[in-house]
Each structure stands twice: as structure tokens, then as C-alpha cells.
């Protein structure tokens, strides 16, 4: 089974439209890391957001959003008053356990286009 | 704060050549690892070090493939007798050793073996 499930392989939005981007993910681990990183056509992967497994409230960062339904297993990422900038692919990552040891396992993306 | 860098951007080999590539992490980061992405796929993990010390290697990681830290700040992957299957793009990231540990990443080494 998929740990990182994306089920949006592309999205287009209007620009200035919220835009959610759907991520479940699975693992019997309590402690885990869940991210969201942005890749632009130039290929460099760009941190978003971060929620841990125990963090009781959802995170934010600026136009960012992270959804976290723990109990779905559901971790979405919201953007809000989305922008022609915000045009790229998409990716939700986990990280297991408490530690860095494994790495991330990533999804297979999202590729999103805003349209003016 | 310098962002991690890569080296080379791109690199287009023959088959059978060997390769190697050069990842400098952010300066306080103790942490470092390597991924490989195909085309349309997420990045998948090869291999991890803290400090210099090599603690996890994915399968994806074939005998071809070897990596090093020697000093704890720079790392280099290096891949042998390479074949087509191995054209993929190599991300390399770091972190440092906190709550998140947020990884990091550079701009990536596109390789293509022809």
C-alpha cells in the first residue's frame, strides 16, 4: 500500500481562488512529520509547511495551510488567494518516527495551474 | 543563511562511465541525505547521514552507488558503470537535528546516461 496517497495528479484554479490539495497517508507510528514542499519547473524543491503528529493545532504559514485530520489520516494542503507564482507541483511527504533516519517518502505529486 | 548547493546542475554521461556528484549542506545541518526523482514521480529516499556517519541506506541504493561524508560537511554520491535506468534527477537535502528536522534541499544534478 501507498504511504503518501495524492489522488490530484493536476488542478487548474482561477488566480485569487482558494485552492485545496488533497494528501492521506498511512502508518501504524504515533510519532511522524508530515510536509508539504513546492517544485517549480527549475526542479528545486521549496519546504512549505510542516505539522507533527502531536501538534494539536493545524499549521500555518502565511497564504499556507495545512488540513491535519489525524483521525482520516488526512493532511491537506490550503492555499489561500492563490496566485500565477503558485503555478507548480505539489508534494506531501512523511517522515516516521521521531527521527530523521528513514527519510521522507513523498507522493507522486500534484501538478497545479492557476489561470489568470 | 547559504542554501544547500549542488554540483554539477547537469551532467550527461555514456554508459558504462562513472559518475560522481558533490552536495554542500546548510552550515549548521548535521544531517544530510540523498534522494533520486524520475520523471513524474516524487522523490524517493537512497540514503542518509548524520554527521559522518552513514546510518541508512534505502534497496534502491545498488552496489553502483556509494556514498560519503568524510568530514561531516560535504557529501559526494558516486555511481559506477552507469546505465540508462540511472538517468534521474539527484536531490540532495539537509537538516539539523530539531524537533521538525525539516529537510532542506538544493537545486538537484540531472543526469542523463546515453
Known amino acids: 500500500a501507498q504511504k503518501i496517497t495524492q489522488t490530484q495528479p493536476g488542478m487548474f484554479v482561477q488566480e485569487k481562488e482558494a485552492v485545496t490539495l488533497d494528501c492521506t497517508y498511512d502508518t501504524s507510528d504515533q510519532s511522524y512529520g508530515l510536509f508539504w514542499y513546492k517544485q517549480p519547473s527549475s526542479g528545486e524543491m521549496i519546504f512549505l509547511i510542516y505539522q507533527g503528529s502531536y501538534d494539536e493545532q493545524n499549521a500555518t504559514e502565511g497564504r499556507y495551510s495545512l488540513n491535519f485530520q489525524k483521525a482520516r489520516k488526512s493532511a491537506n494542503l490550503v492555499i489561500s488567494a492563490s496566485q500565477l507564482g503558485d503555478s507548480a507541483m505539489y508534494f506531501c511527504a512523511m517522515r516516521e518516527g521521531p527521527g530523521g533516519a528513514d527519510g521522507l517518502t513523498f507522493g507522486k505529486g500534484t501538478h497545479l495551474i492557476i489561470q489568470p | 543563511d547559504t542554501g544547500v548547493s549542488q554540483d554539477p546542475r547537469h551532467k550527461i554521461t555514456k554508459r558504462g562511465q562513472n559518475v560522481t556528484f558533490r552536495c554542500d549542506p546548510i552550515s549548521e545541518h548535521n544531517r544530510l541525505y540523498w534522494y533520486r526523482q524520475t520523471l513524474g514521480q516524487g522523490p524517493e529516499f537512497l540514503t542518509y547521514?548524520?554527521?559522518?556517519?552513514?546510518?541508512?541506506k534505502s534497496r534502491l541504493l545498488s552496489d553502483r552507488f556509494s556514498a560519503e561524508r568524510p568530514k561531516g560537511s560535504f557529501s559526494t554520491l558516486e555511481i559506477q558503470r552507469t546505465e540508462q535506468g540511472d538517468s534521474a534527477m539527484y536531490l540532495c537535502a539537509s537538516s539539523r537535528q530539531v524537533r521538525t528536522d525539516t529537510q532542506y534541499f538544493g537545486p538537484g544534478t540531472r543526469l542523463t546516461v546515453l
Open positions: 547521514f548524520q554527521n559522518e556517519a552513514q546510518l541508512e
